[in-house]
C-alpha cells in the first residue's frame, strides 16, 4: 500500500514538472547549479603574500603620512582673533581698551546692567553659591527654579514651563524630545543653527520649506498628505512637526504665524515655535509673535525661548501644556543630562520680568527706537537693511556680492572695524559655515536695546553711511 502511494506521487511530481512553465524550469535548474556550486567551492582564498624585512618596515613607516585630526585654518580667521571686553557688555562696551555705543549685545531691554537685576543675583550668590553641580534629577532642583518656571508659566498665560541651563541647547534637546526616527519635520530654510542641531539629533525625515513660504509649506504638506494615503497604517504613527521662529535670527523676518496655525489644523501638524528674538519684544506686554498676531496661546504646541537676550540671563525654556513639558523633565537631554540653572541667574531672570511686568511701555519705546534706525539706514550706498522694522536684530547685507564670499566677509570686516574706530561697536553675524544646513550670506547684524538715545541711532546711522560709502565705492 505504501509503495502504492509512493507511486502515485511521483507520478504527480513527473506530470508537475511536464505542466511547469519553462521559465520556471529554467530558474529551477540555475538554483540547483548555483547551490552545487556553492557546496563545493572554497569560502575564501588564501593570499599569497612575501613577509616584509625589518628594513622596509621601518621604511614604510616613515613614509606614512597621517591625515591631519582637523583641517588647516588660517592665523587670521575671526575665530582666532577676537575682541576682548572690559567690563559689562551693556549700554557702552568697552572692546579692546576702546569705549563705544553698543550695538552688538542682544540686551534689548537693557536689563544686563540693571541695579534691581544685580541686587537680586547677589542676594541669591550670597544664599546658594555660584553653582548647582548636578542635573536638575540629582539634587540641582532649588527652589528659585521651580519659582521661575512658575513665574514664566503664568507670564506665557501657558500651563506650565520648564528652564535649561543653556541657550541653545533648549530647543535643540526639545525638538529630539518628541520627534524621533520615522516622523516628519517641516522646518523654514532660514531655521537657526539650535534648531538644525535639534533635527539632527532627532533623525526624522526633515523637510525644507522656502523662508517664510506659506505656499511651498503646503505644497510639502499636499505631497506627504497623497503619501499618508497610500499607506494608511503608517500614517497613523508617523507624528508631523512644523518648526518655525518668531523672529529668525539669520534674517530679522516674522513668521507669518496665522497662516501656519490655519495649516497646522488643515494637515494635522504640530507647531514649534522659537521665540529667542520675539520673546521680550512683541506684543503688548512682550510675551511674543503669538501676542503679536492675537493667536491663541493654546493654537502652538511647544514655546521655546533663550532668557540671555530680553532676560539678560543665562539659559532658555520651554511652555505649552502640562504634558508635553512634563515629557521634557523625563527626554530632555540638556535638562537630563546638565548641571541645572545657577540660583543667581533664576533669580536675575525672575527680577527681568518683575521689570517687564512692571513696566509694559518697554516693549513699545523698543519698537519705536527699531523702527527710527530701520528708516534712518535706508538708501546705504552699497547695502541693504535686512529684516522687519520692529525687530531689534536686523542685518546689513552687500547688495551685490563679489562672487567670493571670503571677499564679501572682509569688505563687511573692514566696514566694522572702521565704525568701531568712530566708537560704533557692531559685528558681523557669524555661521559654522561647513554645518549650516542653508548658509545665509555674510551681514553685519545690528542690534537695537531701550537704552540707546535718539542722537545715538542717529549717529549709528550716519556712521555707517559714511563708512560703508568710503568701504564700497
Not at 528708516?375 to 550706498?381: D, E, M, V, W
Request: glycine content about 6%.
Amino acid at each position: 500500500m505504501a509503495t502504492a502511494a509512493e507511486q502515485w506521487v511521483l507520478v504527480e511530481m513527473v506530470q508537475a514538472l511536464y505542466e511547469a512553465p519553462a521559465y520556471h524550469l529554467i530558474l529551477e535548474g540555475i538554483l540547483i547549479l548555483w547551490i552545487i556550486r556553492l557546496l563545493f567551492s572554497k569560502t575564501y582564498k588564501l593570499q599569497e603574500r612575501s613577509d616584509l624585512t625589518v628594513k622596509e618596515k621601518e621604511e614604510l613607516i616613515e613614509e606614512w603620512q597621517p591625515e591631519p585630526l582637523v583641517p588647516p585654518v588660517s592665523g587670521d580667521h575671526p575665530a582666532l582673533n577676537y575682541n576682548v571686553v572690559s567690563g559689562p557688555p551693556s549700554h557702552n562696551i568697552v572692546v579692546n581698551g576702546k569705549k563705544c555705543v553698543n550695538f552688538a549685545s542682544f540686551n534689548f531691554l537693557g536689563l544686563l546692567d540693571d541695579p534691581r537685576v544685580k541686587a537680586a543675583a547677589l542676594v541669591s550668590l550670597r544664599k546658594y553659591g555660584v553653582g548647582t553641580c548636578g542635573p536638575r534629577g540629582f539634587y540641582g532642583t532649588f527652589d528659585v527654579h521651580l519659582d521661575l518656571e512658575d513665574r514664566l508659566a503664568k507670564f506665557m498665560q501657558t500651563e506650565e514651563a520648564i528652564i535649561y541651563s543653556y541657550g541653545f541647547a533648549t530647543i535643540a534637546s526639545a525638538i529630539p524630545a518628541y520627534s524621533k526616527r520615522g516622523d516628519i519635520v517641516f522646518v523654514d530654510r532660514a531655521a537657526c543653527f539650535a534648531i538644525q542641531k535639534g533635527l539632527q539629533a532627532s533623525r526624522s525625515d526633515i523637510q525644507l520649506f522656502k523662508h517664510n513660504d506659506m505656499a511651498d509649506l503646503e505644497r510639502l504638506l499636499k505631497e506627504q498628505e497623497i503619501e499618508d494615503q497610500k499607506n494608511p497604517r503608517k500614517a497613523r504613527v508617523t507624528r508631523r512637526f512644523i518648526v518655525v521662529e518668531g523672529l529668525y535670527m539669520n534674517t530679522g523676518t516674522i513668521c507669518p504665524l496665522p497662516e501656519l496655525v490655519k495649516l497646522k489644523y488643515k494637515y494635522k501638524a504640530r507647531i514649534f515655535l522659537e521665540e529667542s528674538l520675539s520673546f521680550g519684544v512683541l506684543g503688548e506686554h512682550g510675551r511674543g509673535v503669538t501676542e503679536h498676531f492675537g493667536i491663541s496661546i493654546d493654537d502652538i504646541d511647544l514655546i521655546s525661548a533663550n532668557m540671555e537676550n530680553s532676560l539678560a540671563s543665562i539659559g532658555g525654556f520651554c511652555c505649552g501644556r502640562s504634558f508635553v513639558i512634563d515629557h521634557q523633565r523625563l527626554s530632555g537631554q540638556g535638562y537630563c543630562f546638565s548641571a541645572s540653572l545657577p540660583p543667581l541667574l533664576a533669580a536675575a531672570a525672575i527680577e527681568a520680568l518683575n521689570i517687564m511686568e512692571e513696566n509694559p511701555g518697554i516693549f513699545s519705546v523698543l519698537r519705536e527706537k527699531c523702527k527710527r534706525i530701520h528708516k534712518a539706514l535706508q538708501g546705504i550706498s552699497g547695502l541693504k537693511v535686512v529684516g522687519e522694522s520692529f525687530s531689534p536684530a536686523f542685518h546689513l547685507q552687500l547688495q551685490e556680492s563679489t562672487g567670493s564670499r571670503e571677499e564679501d566677509v572682509k569688505l563687511l570686516q573692514e566696514i566694522v572695524n572702521h565704525c568701531m574706530d568712530r566708537s560704533i561697536a557692531l559685528t558681523q553675524a557669524r555661521y559654522l559655515e561647513k554645518e549650516e544646513k542653508c548658509l545665509p550670506p555674510p551681514s553685519i547684524r545690528v542690534v537695537v536695546t531701550v537704552e540707546q538715545t535718539d542722537e545715538e541711532l542717529e549717529r549709528a546711522a550716519r556712521t555707517i553711511k559714511e563708512v560703508a560709502q568710503a568701504v564700497l565705492l
